[in-house]
């Protein structure tokens, strides 16, 4: 029978958000993210090329291509000033080593649920099997 509740795995889940929560890879991700909020330069930027964005999908949605054409242009060059920005840079290297843990963390738990369930049918970690698989395999029922 089973061990675990979802309630049980859920608490656990949590748990394991909080010690990423406190990761060098968080950590690193707050104080740039904290260095980009501080920078007046950067968040007009990132203001303007927000409103640029508003802008380019209501002239999508009126199909007013030739202005959105124009738009498209002045975000393009908005984000290139930005991506030139060291601590732009910081930030968005820090978005990926937090996303490269994050992705993984769920690729752990998704092979190790699935070594789990081949191993605990008797089946062959090598070949992928489950033990019904390979049963199924020897009785000649595919």
Not at 101 to 112: M, P, R, Y
Not at 119 to 134: I, W
């Amino acid at each position: 029978m089973a061990k675990y509740t979802r309630d049980d795995i859920l608490a656990q889940a949590k748990e394991l958000a909080k010690m990423i929560a406190e990761t060098e890879e968080v950590d690193f991700f707050k104080r740039a993210e904290e260095k980009i909020n501080q920078n007046e330069k950067v968040r007009t930027m990132i203001q303007q090329m927000k409103s640029l964005q508003k802008q380019a999908v209501n002239l999508r949605h009126y199909g007013k291509h030739e202005a959105l054409k124009k738009v498209e242009a002045e975000i393009d060059d908005i984000y290139e000033q930005l991506s030139q920005i060291p601590i732009v840079d910081e930030f968005q290297q820090s978005q990926l080593e937090v996303n490269d843990l994050l992705q993984l963390v769920a690729s752990t738990i998704s092979k190790t649920v699935a070594d789990e369930i081949i191993t605990s049918t008797g089946g062959d970690l090598l070949s992928g099997e489950t033990g019904a698989q390979m049963r199924n395999r020897s009785y000649g029922c595919h």
